[in-house]
């Protein structure tokens, strides 16, 4: 065997940090919760980024960038976003390091303090409606569609890989609308466009739907959320994208003439994605061998194991595998060939189901002669010898087929830990089993605030399109009414 | 007319910061120092990242990436590298605010104040060799080759846009090899695939050669450099690669068994190029009319301007656009067809030209008739009549011949401008009128600093496989012997 993994079962907790460490995805640094993410683990976030950035340009979102640096004061002009964001961050005093006088390396240049302290930026609203400011004078100038793939600092106090970590990647887009009806639609068509990518790339089923107030981003009108079912059944939230109203606007006085030369406040949207996705794409799909990747997302498609004695039987089969390898690649596929010399195949079909590579193909002599090659699909764990001949449109149609299989397993996974739950003991028993329940809610901030005292559950979404969820009904722990069910889960 | 741009005769500088604004490339942000790049610039980036992308991985190297933050006591270990770098940089004092006790927005919390202190990074080596040393132990854990595309902070006092920034985003490549040989070679292998990149893809011919000594990157044994030449003859360097020898390896004790079962320090390479080059694309190739992009990293290659009276002619026009535009698209061309209604004609034709588009089409109604377009080409301001039938591939072969045509007018530039000169008081006058010197010097960092005390010139380059250097003579300042020439030159 490669490296060891903690089974699910033993401490799904202690399984999670096996996998991302052992599977060469991230480590800690030698900076407090900020993560080293290493080349295997970066290159499926470069792919979300490729998939994700292809389909904000198809709804005509452009790229752009803003500072990393944030004026201390303008988290003062949106009252309820400074409540929200502006207290665990990382503070820019200084702008000079000297030589210690004592001769001990650096330290601080005290003559070299910022008139106005600088934030890391957590999430980018405040500098970038600044910026817009200068963008927008006319109806003409709208709307403005920007996104920006950057790093943001949030001084976490408990960081884990992936799932919260003080620094992390995202993207963050930010749009100016003329009218609040074109806002709302533009924040409802990118959460649809998260959820498009969760479910076709990341094989994951979602959940679309609106935050109950308390959950809502700090200065949100309307926060939508995709919502995911770990494999413990506990949530995670994925994806949100925020109707920010005008809030914004007004705290950067940001106006434009419309078509009846009236001067108007402009609205708002936000949206983002973080390398939390990675931590979801790890938590959903992985088993107790290791990481399961969807084809759509793995660096690696197809590995390729030479199996052999002499030197002759290597040179043999490798040709063989270069020939399987450009037949592959031609139908769009990344291969690897695993010809490392020292390592035994055993050891090495461990560490490629480690690593979650979704098909891996082993040949030997005998496979020669007969024109066969023994194929492994990653994810049932199943081996099929297959004829070479063909062998290009048998694996194509096989990586199609395991990403449909991964998707559908995760949504017989979230199936069967979903239900309805109309009794508050019942609800109390049922949410230490994890999954979602579906319950009535009676609409206050308070009931929801109780609720998750109790139990550390909370409002995860209430979901849109769910004509499960419509129905009257009384609130599980108020009794009051209610006109729809809401979906209640403890989360990361 | 559109925005009125400033000659570059009148004020090469003025015509600089105007381009870069009015063309909608960046535009100086809130924060002193830090740029906003608007989505236009950002286009053209993300060109360059793409291309510059594929060619690092062509050659094996992993993207990855590494913490923001980097501990101070981090800069005290690598002695030259501290006093290169660890004075003007952003530093992370404390990681809470708080509300204000006088109710005057947020303050800095006291009690949140770091135990060490975090540096933003201006450059990463030694946070990625404190990393390295974690995953290096054997041979065959060599070589690594690991790049990150991401932001880095120097506190400049003097900024300007692209050219100098307190932020900017850059890449860092930075590999660990076992022997002095192969490293030295990837250092040598990574500036070959900037020239490469320059050239072909930037149009913009560029000196490759070694840094002097003086000028090297803060613990290096050796610098290799691009260096081009901007229209008012003063020098730019496009990009760095370095030879680190042992120094961060020893610095970070990062050590390898070889193949005989011996201890061995890691050898290191770094390697970066940034927005900056944005700043050499505006200045080597524009006029006064604005931009001049090479088809290779304009984000819309062709714009598509109809003319028209009556609304009958503008669907008319229109629809034959339509039909452009999509053949235009199937050969790999990016296009935008202008529909505007408010604007006439000269002003979009103006407004497409500051924005450096390659190629312009025109269309009314007469062309409909004729079955011809008036296609105009930025680079000469040409315009031709052309038939509709085949203007596909007619300006399929335009736009090659833009790109070819950009880089040679850079090269003529170029090759009037660069000189030899034997003589110090020549080169007093000589050096006034901008361009390249070629001189000899002998060698002493003295003499070096002496001229540029004396001219504010320095050694951009001693060029690598440069026939024209390769010969004896006696140093242009001190009249000691020479070996070979180099390159003097006032510089960005």
Redesign the interface.
Known sequence: MAKEVTSRAENYSQWYNDLVVKADLA?Q???RG??????YG??I??KMQSVLDGMFKKTGV???????????????REAEH?AGF?????????????NDPDG?????DPSARLEE????RPTSET?IW??YK?WIKSW?DLPIL?NQW??V?R?EMRTRLFLRTA?F?WQEGHTAHATAQETEAKAHEMVQVYADFVRNCMALPVIVGHKSPNERFAGALDTLTIEAMMQDGKALQAGTSHFLGQNFAKSFDVQFTDKEGKLQYVWATSWGVSTRLMGALIMAHGDDNGLVLPPALAPIQVVLVPIYKTDEERSAVLAEMENLKKSFEALGHSVKIDDRD?LRPGFKFAEWELKGVPVRIAMGPRDLQNGTAEVHRRDTLEKASAPVEGLDRYVHELLDDIQKNIYEKAARFRETNIRKCDDWEEFKTEIQKGGFLLCHWDGTPETEEKIKEETKATIRCIPIDSCVCEEEGTCVYSGRPSRRRVIFARAY
Chains 1, 2 share one sequence.
Do not use: D
């Not at 900020?34 to 080349?39: F, L």
């Not at 452009?62 to 003062?76: D, E, G, R, T």
């Not at 502006?86 to 000297?98: F, I, N, Q």
């Open positions: 480590e640094s030698a900076v900020c993560m080293v993410i290493k080349p970066y290159a976030w470069e452009q790229n752009a960038y803003f500072p990393l640096f944030i004026p201390k004061s303008f988290f003062s400074v502006a207290k665990e961050c990382a503070v820019v005093t200084h702008h000079r390091l000297m001990k390396g650096v330290v601080v302290e600088l934030i890391v500098i600044s910026t200068n003409r920007c950057c790093n600092v001084w620094e990647l020292n």
